[in-house]
């Protein structure tokens, strides 16, 4: 995802659960992540049970069979490039990858099994700000669970987190203790998946950052904590910078970390400067690979959001290589991202993208975060004051060495290394992912309990 610099700066509960009551749907915590929903309406976009839009009101996804049949169409009619002239990745995703994922996608993925994936979740949409969102909220058994949003990023989606639910909500069933409970909130950013797509201009991660405090207050919840990686980094960051009443701490596997006075060398491609640490060393190379290399889909993006707009709008194949070329980098897979995710899972993500024509409206959201995502600096992640945990993921663009990510965050509470996984770490490694939250807001329950107490 990165909005960043490239030779330029770029722009770069108790109450909810009467309420659903109301409203007829049941939520079944079971073992091993298992989840019932009672009837709620049915819906391409959203259902509604009241008239009141800041209310939270059942959902459930059913895309029209005519954009299926369509999609199948588009693809059948793919016209394809030549072949690049190299033996690598250097010329972008290869001919033969992106072929063999869209002859399946038009010929053996089932759309009907993801959209059920979905549906089997409890499902919400509230209006807050003027724009809808679309949220998947599964509470634990355990009463004391502690409430975690998870914010996803691009090329991700809600589907980033489906594997974590159950570890995350029901801790005993995956070799935890039933303590490290999470009550699991999962929101769609405006512009994608399911979420209304913003109007006007000021979407950027501050004001997701409040919509996200705003939803979690409406759901009942008088505390949490957030995690995010990618998108899902940079507005807890912002969570973390506006530090509401309620907010315990964030959890980062791409956090900003990068000092003031190496951003310039690292964007114009210098040589590391003397006197950087090993680790701090790698972390400079691979920013400078990957800025220097790797980031032009970013400078498309967060320049000219509209213009490959109508690429991803008109094209599922533009979509599919747009997409898997980044699933492919930075998954930890040495290229081959169906080591680590199956093909359908990969269509899933790629698919919503396709049927809600997210295409323009997530881009936008570069465009709107105009700012270096690893730079401290530009990040302001000195101000702030809540406890910060990081996670550093082997195969993540760069790992973050612990000497940045002490000085980036004056609160860094927990930092962790791990041995596999990559930029999407939920949704490669699910389990490692849900032990190091465990691990990482333990600390936080003893004050949630003690606030409970005194409540």
């Not at 490239?6 to 770069?12: C, D, E």
């Not at 973390?240 to 190496?262: K, S, V």
């Not at 533009?318 to 081959?336: H, L, P, R, V």
């Amino acid at each position: 995802m990165p909005a960043a610099t490239f030779g330029f700066t770029w722009r770069h509960c108790l109450a909810s659960s009467v309420r659903m009551g109301v409203l007829g749907l049941a939520l079944i915590a079971g073992s091993g992540g298992a989840w019932a929903a009672g009837p709620a309406a049915d819906a391409s976009v959203a259902s509604s049970a009241s008239t009141n839009p800041e209310s939270i009101r059942p959902y459930r996804i059913h895309v029209d069979e005519a954009q299926l049949t369509d999609l199948k169409k588009r693809i059948a009619a793919t016209r394809w490039p030549d072949k690049e002239t190299v033996n690598d990745v250097s010329q972008g995703v290869q001919l033969a990858q992106v072929q063999a994922l869209v002859k399946y996608w038009g010929s053996g993925y089932d759309w009907r099994k993801a959209e059920a994936k979905l549906n089997a979740l409890p499902e919400f949409i509230t209006t807050i700000d003027g724009v809808d969102i679309q949220f998947i909220h599964v509470r634990s058994r355990n009463p004391n669970a502690m409430p975690l949003l998870l914010t996803h990023g691009w090329p991700g989606s809600q589907f980033e987190f489906l594997k974590t639910i159950g570890p995350l909500t029901d801790p005993v069933a995956y070799g935890g203790k039933v303590e490290d409970s999470f009550d699991v909130i999962i929101p769609s950013i405006p512009g994608h998946g399911f979420s209304g797509k913003p109007t006007e201009l000021g979407w950027g991660p501050d004001r997701v950052a409040k919509a996200w405090d705003v939803l979690i207050k409406r759901l009942g919840y008088t505390h949490y904590v957030s995690q995010g990686g990618d998108h899902g980094s940079v507005i807890s960051d912002a969570l973390g910078r506006l530090n509401p009443p309620g907010l315990l701490g964030i959890h980062l596997n791409m956090p900003a970390t990068i000092p003031p006075e190496l951003v310039k060398p690292i964007n114009s491609g210098d040589p590391a400067p003397v006197g950087l640490t090993e680790p701090e060393r790698k972390a400079f190379d691979s920013l400078s690979t990957f800025f220097g290399r790797n980031a032009a889909y970013g400078a498309m993006m967060v320049t000219r959001p509209q213009t490959i707009g109508y690429l991803l709008a008109d094209s599922p194949t533009g979509t599919a290589a747009w997409m898997y070329e980044k699933i492919a980098a930075w998954t930890d897979s040495d290229g081959q991202p169906e080591r680590v995710l199956t093909r359908d899972e990969m269509l899933d993500d790629i698919s919503l993208y396709w049927l809600t024509n997210a295409g323009a409206s997530s881009s936008r959201f570069y465009w709107e975060n105009n700012n270096n995502n690893f730079s401290a600096a530009a990040q302001n992640t000195a101000s702030i004051k809540v406890p910060v945990a990081i996670t550093v993921f082997p195969h993540e663009i760069y790992q973050a060495p612990k000497s940045w990510a002490q000085r980036a965050y004056p609160s860094l509470s927990y930092y962790s290394q791990v041995n596999k996984g990559g930029h999407f770490a939920s949704w490669e490694q699910p389990q490692l992912f849900s032990e190091e939250l465990r691990e990482a807001f333990r600390p936080l329950r003893a004050k949630l309990s003690a606030t409970k107490t005194a409540q």
